[in-house]
């Protein structure tokens, strides 16, 4: 079974950054394309960012999108989230995923994910 944990969330001020990590507990090359999802208090659990199997393609939500970079490194098994220009409506729970099985290269539809970390906290204040 898959296991994927998160670090690397924290408090930080607004226009800070933080960079969260994802560590996979099999290796992660060239099978399976990786997510990042997020929750925030009393809301759903939104797409952020997602990357290929061989992580030559990327897709950010509108809201992210020139913010945060997602890259993975697959000698680690280890996928990360760089976060800049951090806001407070950035503040949530970040989820990382894998997707053992989509058609897409990118997938941003929960569904789309097989397996799932138990998040990491991200608070930005004002």
């Known amino acids: 079974q898959v296991q994927l944990v998160e670090s690397g969330g924290g408090l930080v001020q607004a226009g800070g950054s933080l960079r969260l990590s994802c560590a996979a507990s099999?290796?992660?090359?060239?099978?399976?394309?990786m997510g990042w999802f997020r929750q925030a208090p009393g809301k759903e659990r939104t797409f952020v960012s997602a990357?290929?199997?061989?992580?030559?393609?990327?897709t950010y939500a509108d809201s992210v999108k020139d913010r945060f970079t997602i890259s993975r490194d697959f000698a680690k098994n280890v996928v990360y989230l760089q976060m800049n220009s951090l806001k407070p409506e950035d503040t949530a729970v970040y989820y990382c995923?894998?997707?053992?099985?989509?058609?897409?290269?990118?997938?941003?539809?929960?569904?789309?994910?097989?397996?799932w970390g138990q998040g990491t906290q991200v608070t930005v204040s004002s």
């Open positions: 995923a894998m997707s053992q099985g989509s058609w897409y290269d990118t997938p941003i539809l929960e569904d789309d994910y097989d397996s």
């Open positions: 099999v290796r992660t090359s060239s099978t399976y394309a």
């Open positions: 990357i290929s199997k061989s992580g030559g393609d990327t």
